[in-house]
């Protein structure tokens, strides 16, 4: 029997041949497998809610929280809230609570309480009581207290608006002194005229020291009368350090009075959070507060959810 040496020789080189092109096909399919594999999982993989850093402004759920307070921030956390905003100061206590002891509860569940409402009556201040609120904020750990409203009696003259505005300032000196920044949550009636001016523009973003305070802008208020947020960032930029998440169904000619119940859960309704989003830097924007004054089927932990939902998953990406 003769050997063909150039014959085996080939047929050896074609085997290795045939054996090389089998691994990279084998070596391809399992990349692309591994790569489908990779992908699936990456899309899979659910995102937690919290490492987006959204408040919420706990007046949404005030009725759950006179019931039940350790409940109530549970859930909150649940759904994914990393930070909250508090309504409910009296006595030196926050819902009933010790600062430390309130501080410990929301910290326990993983979140933060960054900020507080709380009245100062626009009628006038003492010193002393402004002393004490900001020691108790203080122990409670928030970078900011915020005044929410503005008594009805207390709008009726550009005077009382000019009041209002000297008083924080003297309020925002001694908050700042304990480390807390002061502010100012709007409506809409502080844009109605008064005396032929309007008092959020001639006289709040005129008077109020903006290193004392801050303004959290209310969203949907300002909305309601008429303003356009983009604009009023470029006119004041690095004045709204914090933003009210709230949306509305229908859009409405501008009023002034604060009396509405057509709140929707964030991203449900008509506002345009991505152009606002979008201007989030000019407006200086360090925290945002989910905020939702009514319902409509009196279920405020369901609309929370669908306005988280809306944030992670649309608005914010």
Known sequence: MKFNFNQIFIAGIMKKLQSRRNFLKVSATGALGAMVLSEYAFKAAPVDPKTFGIGLQLYTIR??????????????????????????????KFYGYEPEEFK?????????AISSHTQVEALGITLDNAKKMAEDHAKLGVKYCVQPWVVEEARTTIASFQKMAADWNKVGGIMKQHGIQFGYHNHNFEFAKVEGKTPYYDVFMKELDKDLVTMEL????????????????????????????KDMYTKEAPFYVPSTKDFAPVGAGIINFKEILAAKKIAGLKYMFVEQDWTKDGKPFDSIQTSITNLTTKLLR
């Open 63 to 92: 009725d759950a929280m006179a019931k039940d307070v350790p409940g109530s921030l549970k859930r909150v956390s649940d759904i994914g809230f990393k930070y909250v905003e508090l309504a409910s100061y009296s006595n030196g």
């Open 104 to 112: 410990k509860l929301v910290n326990d569940l993983g979140m933060e």
């Open 218 to 245: 209310d969203l949907f208020w300002a909305t309601k009368a008429g303003q356009n947020p983009v604009e009023m960032f470029k006119k004041y930029p690095g004045r709204f350090q914090l933003f009210h998440m």
